[in-house]
C-alpha cells in the first residue's frame, strides 16, 4: 500500500522486501502515478518520491545488471564512440 504520510524509510525498505517480483513491480507503478503531477493534479508529495526510490533500490538490489555482458559490450561502446557513430 502507497503511504502518503511521512514514513521512516527503514520500514518501507522492510515492507518492499517482503514483496514478490510482481508486487514489487505494481506497488513501484502505483508510487511512479501518484507522484507524477501530469497525472496526480495535487502538489507533489516527497514521501511518495522516496517510497518511489526504495522501489526502484529493491529491484535493483533483486536484479543487479549484467557485469559481464557490459564488460564484453565496452569495446564496442569505445568503437562506436570513438567513430563517431
Not at 34 to 62: G, I, M, Y
Amino acid at each position: 500500500m502507497i503511504q502518503t504520510e511521512p514514513e521512516d524509510v527503514e520500514r518501507i525498505r522492510e515492507r518492499l522486501r517482503k514483496m514478490s517480483d510482481l508486487e514489487l513491480r505494481r506497488y513501484t507503478r502505483a508510487a511512479r502515478d501518484l507522484s507524477n503531477p501530469k497525472k496526480d493534479f495535487a502538489p507533489p508529495n516527497p514521501s511518495l518520491q522516496v517510497q518511489l526510490d526504495e522501489a526502484h533500490a529493491e529491484w535493483r538490489r533483486r536484479h543487479p545488471p549484467n557485469m559481464e555482458a557490459r564488460i564484453n559490450r565496452l569495446p564496442e561502446l569505445w568503437k562506436e564512440a570513438r567513430d563517431g557513430a
